[in-house]
Nanobody
Framework: DVQLQASGGGLVQAGGSLRLSCATS????????IGWYRQAPGKEREGISC????????NYADSVKGRFTSVDDNAERTVDLQMDNLKPEDTAVYYC??????????????WGQGTLVTVSS
């Protein structure tokens, strides 16, 4: 079974940093695109990063570009999200998710449980 386990959420002041981590199992880690989504209260879910195995690059949403960095570790089967210069509008539940192909296209095939990030002003 595919499993994704996100961790690392918490409360941080604006301008601070947090690092989320997603541990995975049940699939060939470097064969599938993988990334992070978030959903803020009352808002639609937003895709914020995706590591494309096909393109060999990581894509970021404009809302986090330059502040968030996603890195993966094939040996550990983890994908982390380093979040710097956090803003109150980054407050959301964050999810890791794996696609059904090497490309960052379409909806993810599997989701992890969310981890809550709260940024205070």
């Amino acid at each position: 079974d595919v499993q994704l386990q996100a961790s690392g959420g918490g409360l941080v002041q604006a301008g601070g940093s947090l690092r989320l981590s997603c541990a995975t199992s049940g699939f060939t880690f470097d064969d599938y695109a993988i990334g992070w989504y978030r959903q803020a209260p009352g808002k639609e879910r937003e895709g914020i990063s995706c590591i494309s195995r096909g393109a060999g690059r990581t894509n970021y949403a404009d809302s986090v570009k330059g502040r968030f960095t996603s890195v993966d570790d094939n040996a550990e089967r983890t994908v982390d999200l380093q979040m710097d210069n956090l803003k109150p509008e980054d407050t959301a539940v964050y999810y890791c998710a794996v696609r059904g192909s090497r490309w960052c296209e379409g909806e993810p095939a599997y989701w992890g449980q969310g981890t809550l990030v709260t940024v205070s002003s």
